[in-house]
């Protein structure tokens, strides 16, 4: 058979019916324009982060968790894990960094950053996109992946080691993909989700006498290098470090819902669903009418599976935004797919302005998730700082509840020099209290935390005097639970 090439996807000769999936899956090498519209995409995605990189380690109390990790090990060279379960590879990487501080630690996430918007783009240039360059860009600016990748927090790289294990898969590397799952998972553990998709997508993918095969090598080679992350931490913590970090209260189905769509695009529920939906309904359209649908079938049905794993787990723990991170792109990739070339690119350009402009999670009035993202973290390190000073004017053995603010406040103390702290993450129980009123110790909490105390640990520290640690404050703009 012999075939000619037609908007990047291979198109056979002489009018024959063979698969255009097939077709997909063998594009012809870079060309010279190709490499330097990636070399372009790759600036432009780097080059918007560096202005974002040095306000803090980040909103999420784990960006303070994580470093405090990253600074024993590069400190002592003994393996610690910033919490359950272990990030050994996370971890490890940035005690390489720790020294250079945010700028150094956040740069590191910059550069997952461009990795994963470089893998995506590959992979739908693998899968026949005419537009990927365009659909990679608007993908490096969605809010929950830009948010995520100017802040020291594990979610972008593990995102971008599944997709450069995506894309190995797609190349017929079974075995390179695997490791680079294994280090996905050794990033973040939850990545392993990513096998099951990743395993029925080679299958489908793959000619007969390599499904069996590559399948195995998939898993092998994942379940090898992901051991071998996990290594450190189960030599210092054996099986107990596979454990996770207590639960608070189960979010109201508002604030969950908030989560998984203002969290992650930047718009309320209902702008999302209904765009969401809007695309689907007219890329469902023109696909049924051109059938292009087939060329890419099996990764609309990995895409798929991706979405509805990761939305499960989502439902069953939504405490993070950061969480739904792994679907955007398999979101992305399966609304392209519905649609035939001339349309992909102008839903790129509609959608680029879209997330540029997004308003974000924490803040409705004002438009600039990335923006808002930049002042809370400013806002955190200022309030950080009032809450030191503040505590180093109370009476002696003052005790302050301070709950998600500490780990911050730990790095803030260590810079400082100072080793003795009366700051507590909760009182966990009554007893506690009752101690600290016969030694006549006065207890502080930040605005809010007497609530959180009640809901966590069925303490009611307000009902043993324990007061507000500032009369008028606005501490919980930069609170959030972890």
């Known amino acids: 058979m012999n075939w000619v090439w037609s908007r990047g996807v291979q198109q056979p000769r002489h009018g024959t019916h063979e698969s255009s999936n097939q077709a997909a899956g063998h594009p012809h090498p870079l060309r010279t324009r190709e490499l330097a519209g990636l070399a372009l995409l790759l600036l432009a995605a780097f080059a918007t982060r560096l202005p974002w990189l040095s306000a803090g380690y980040g909103i999420d109390p784990d960006c303070s968790r994580v470093i405090t990790a990253a600074q024993h090990i590069a400190r002592t060279g003994e393996y610690t894990s910033s919490r359950g379960p272990a990030y050994p590879v996370h971890e490890y990487m940035l005690s390489a960094v720790v020294g ?61 080691f599944s ?52 399948a195995l090598l998939l898993v092998m080679a994942t379940l090898v290098a992901g051991s071998a992350a996990y290594l450190p931490a189960f030599l210092k913590y054996g099986t107990a470090f596979f454990a996770f970090a207590d639960w608070t209260v189960y979010p109201a189905l508002q604030s969950v819902l908030l989560m998984g769509t203002k969290g992650v695009w930047g718009y309320s529920p209902g702008t999302v669903i209904g765009s969401l939906l809007l695309l689907l309904l007219v890329g469902g359209f023109l696909a049924f009418k051109s059938s292009t649908w087939r ?32 679907i955007v792109p398999f979101v992305l990739l399966g609304i392209v797919l519905l649609y035939p070339p001339k349309a992909q690119s102008l839903v790129a350009i509609a959608l680029l302005p879209a997330f540029l402009l997004a308003p974000g999670e924490n803040e409705v009035s004002r438009p600039g998730a990335i923006v808002n993202d930049h002042r809370i973290r400013m806002q955190k390190h200022e309030l950080t700082l009032r809450i030191i000073d503040r505590a180093n004017q109370l009476p002696p053995g003052s005790v302050v509840v301070v709950a998600w603010e500490l780990p911050q406040l730990l790095i803030y103390l260590e810079a400082r020099q ?65």
């Not at 470089?118 to 860009?137: D, E, K, N, Q, S």
Request: a neutral charge; aromatic letters at 12%; charged letters at 15%.
């Open 100 to 160: 250079g501080g945010p700028v150094f630690t956040n740069g590191l996430s910059a550069l997952f950053g461009c990795a994963a918007v470089l893998f995506f783009a590959l992979i739908l240039r693998r899968v026949g996109v005419t537009a990927y360059l365009l659909w990679a860009l608007a993908f490096a600016f969605v809010p929950v992946i830009f948010v995520n990748s100017v802040c020291t927090i594990d979610y972008v790289p593990a995102l971008a």
């Open 163 to 214: 997709l450069a294990s995506t894309y190995c898969l797609l190349s017929k590397w079974p075995v390179a993909s695997g490791v680079l799952l294994g280090l996905a998972i050794g990033t973040r553990v939850t990545s392993g989700a990513m096998l099951l998709p990743l395993a029925i997508w080679g299958y489908l993918e793959n000619s007969k006498d390599r499904r069996v095969r590559d």
């Open 295 to 326: 060329a890419g079938k099996h990764a609309l049905i990995a895409s798929g599976l991706v979405v509805v794993l990761y939305t499960i787990a989502f439902l069953r723990a939504p405490f993070e935004a950061g969480y739904l991170v792994p």
């Open 418 to 482: 100072q080793v003795e702290h009366p700051f507590v993450y909760f009182i966990e129980r009554e007893e506690q209290m009752i101690e600290h009123q016969r030694l006549g110790h006065e207890v502080y909490y930040l605005e809010g935390l007497d609530y959180h105390n009640l809901q966590a640990h069925a303490v009611d520290i307000v009902k043993f005097g324990a007061r507000p640690l500032f009369e008028t404050d606005s501490t919980h703009v930069a609170g959030n639970a972890s």
